[in-house]
């Protein structure tokens, strides 16, 4: 029974991914179906493994990259000191592969555990196969599992292969290795999976959620905290920048890159001793490919899997019975029909900001709205960085540029991609259809979402910005200006981040956890994204380039950054909404939207 529900659930998923994608809309359900998935999973394997063994020999192995006279630059000196250490002690390539798939199995049980807590088939499966909760449970785990498997397949097993025979290892210890890894990534995402549902549904109960809001608070606390100590560490190192002006002294410049390669290797030899420790599971699987299976090695790993099922039945423990459902944010939603009045936006946004708050997929998933880890890791980075720098410095207006354009980009996305199915306009699903009853069109969703959007996501990033200006005590007309060009490049990348749902939306979705699955979606999202980071945000800190060559006086470059970058981005912007608006209204009939 279990093989037909995951086999047909399989089909329809993959159907669901890739069937608005014109190529694939005539293909039947079938063998077909399953060949051209075989097909293309086979030549993406296939790629995983030349490419992974054909960069290793030419690389890793390879004596060149161990030579001084690459090292022109950080990445590359980085790079090549790397190279030579894992060249003499190649099982750190090994423990850095199954460090990888453990975070991996990590990554695909929390993916499990939150499509069940969306999916609309346990009833179904209770009613209809008469199964029981706990078994219709495990259906539910099994069926994003097995998704996320073959990605093991095709992905991680040519990894080793290629990484085995490029090492020399015998062919059966690692055609045995690779069947232990298998087994052991199943079973961990499965545990990973009952564990992640578990504590979250103890969300609802009040001092469960007291203690996920703290230790989420403490944990962004300790990692601006570390990242401030980080970045004055490098501090000094940045402020040596050579390339501030068109007369770099090359003996200089490689003396300042070799500066920054050790200083960076201090860092990391500091944090690599948690990560060589012989107990983590990855190293233990290095030992076993290297050393052969023992009895410490079966300890070892036996003793990880018992942790984590000792967590599980705690947890189990602490909200069995329970039934004081705890709804913390609903306090919240008073402010956030304030704030949806002081913001400008439809009034609208008042009544959708309070259901927000009451949704159980705000929840499961809260902690997005204290900003991202990564926001906080780039945002403590760069105030330290900032401690031992002036205005006066030309070097002080390249970091402030990280901070104008990637702090803003990373955070926006992180909070748009968690909390898509919120956001993105296709995510009200097929209720969207009383929207158009009532005579509203598309555009008016996308104005409630985005106005939404901005509520959770802008404050929080504005009171940031005052901290940032005042800790580093900014000249006033800075701040300011900063002030008001972060928030002109906050609301263009955010924009940007719309756009997937906007040209392919996907309203008939059966589990809200698949609309980032969609391949045309996905493409057009992977394409923003690139072009963000490569492209667009390069282009928007070319001034700050000019400053540092010395192209640029610092009244021109701050007219030029702050004034003639705001106001382009501000002219794209409204254009970007007019076709946005143009697009939207078109769509906004039955005929044009699939439901």
């Known amino acids: 029974m279990i093989v037909s529900w995951l086999k047909w659930k399989l089909i329809i998923r993959w159907k669901n991914q890739w069937s608005n994608i014109r190529v694939f809309k005539n293909i039947s359900i079938g063998k077909y179906l399953w060949l051209l998935a075989l097909i293309r999973d086979v030549f993406n394997a296939l790629l995983i493994f030349f490419g992974t063994y054909f960069f290793l020999k030419y690389t890793v192995f390879n004596n060149f990259f161990s030579n001084e006279t690459i090292r022109q630059q ?113 079973v961990l995402t499965f545990l990973i999976s009952v564990f992640h549902n578990q504590y979250i549904l103890l969300q609802n109960y009040g001092e469960s959620f007291v203690f996920r809001i703290l ?15 980080l970045g004055k560490v490098i501090s000094p ?32 030899k500091s944090i690599s001793a948690i990560f060589s420790y012989s107990y983590m599971p990855y190293n233990v699987l290095s030992n076993i490919l290297l050393e052969g299976l023992n009895y410490y090695s079966i300890l070892k790993i036996l003793l990880f899997f018992g942790l984590i099922i000792l967590s599980i039945l705690l947890v189990s423990i602490w909200g069995k019975g329970r039934k004081d459902t705890h709804h913390s944010f609903n306090r919240l939603g008073p402010i956030g029909s304030l704030l949806a009045r002081v913001i400008p936006g439809p009034s609208y946004t008042q009544v959708l900001v309070k259901h927000f708050y009451r949704t159980e997929y705000l929840r499961y998933r ?110 006033i007309v800075i701040s300011i200006s900063t002030l008001l060009l972060h928030t002109v490049v906050f609301l263009f990348l955010s924009t940007l981040l719309f756009l997937p749902s906007i040209f392919r939306p996907h309203f008939h979705y059966s589990n809200i956890e698949q609309l980032d699955e ?43 950054q702050w004034g003639g970058i705001g106001a382009i981005l501000s002219i794209i912007y409204g254009g970007l909404l007019l076709i946005i608006a143009n697009h939207l209204y078109k769509m906004s009939n039955f005929d044009r939207i699939n439901l």
């Open 74 to 186: 950080i990445v590359t000196s980085i790079i090549s000191r790397f190279f030579s250490i894992i060249k003499e002690n190649y099982e750190i390539l090994w423990s850095l592969v199954f460090l990888i798939i453990i975070l991996f199995s990590i990554i695909s049980g929390v993916s499990s555990s939150k499509w069940k807590l969306q999916s609309q088939d346990q009833d179904w499966l209770i009613i209809n196969l008469k199964l029981s909760k706990f078994k219709s449970d495990i259906f539910l785990y099994l069926e994003s599992i097995v998704w996320d498997t073959k990605e093991f397949i095709f992905n991680y097993i040519p990894l080793m292969l290629a990484l085995g025979i490029i090492t020399g290892v015998d062919y059966l210890s690692l055609i045995t290795l690779i069947f232990l890894t298998l087994g052991l990534y199943l």
């Open 215 to 229: 230790s989420n608070i403490s944990f962004r606390g300790v990692t601006v905290y570390i990242a401030f100590h």
């Open 237 to 268: 190192w940045v402020k040596n920048f050579p390339l501030t002006s068109n007369n770099v002294d090359y003996k200089v410049y490689n003396d300042w890159v070799e500066e920054g390669t050790n200083v960076t290797f201090e860092i990391f």
């Open 366 to 475: 809260f902690p997005t709205i204290l900003g991202p880890p990564v926001f906080w890791l780039l945002w403590g980075g760069i105030l330290g960085i900032l401690q031992t720098m002036n205005s006066t410095e030309n070097i002080y207006f390249l970091v402030l540029s990280f901070y104008l354009f990637f702090l803003t980009h990373f955070y926006v996305h992180s909070i748009f991609t968690e909390l898509t199915g919120i956001f993105s306009l296709d995510g009200e699903g097929k209720q969207v259809i009383t929207y158009l009853l009532t005579g509203k069109s598309l555009w008016e969703v996308f104005k409630y979402k985005f106005h939404l959007f901005i509520i959770t996501s802008l404050p929080l990033f504005i009171v940031m910005d005052i901290v940032f200006f005042t800790i580093n005590k900014m000249d």
């Open 518 to 560: 969609y391949a045309d979606k996905k493409i057009i999202s992977d394409v923003i994204q690139f072009s963000t980071v490569g492209l667009i945000i390069p282009i928007l800190m070319m001034p700050t380039a000019f400053l540092l060559v010395g192209a640029l006086s610092k009244l021109e470059y701050l007219t030029l």
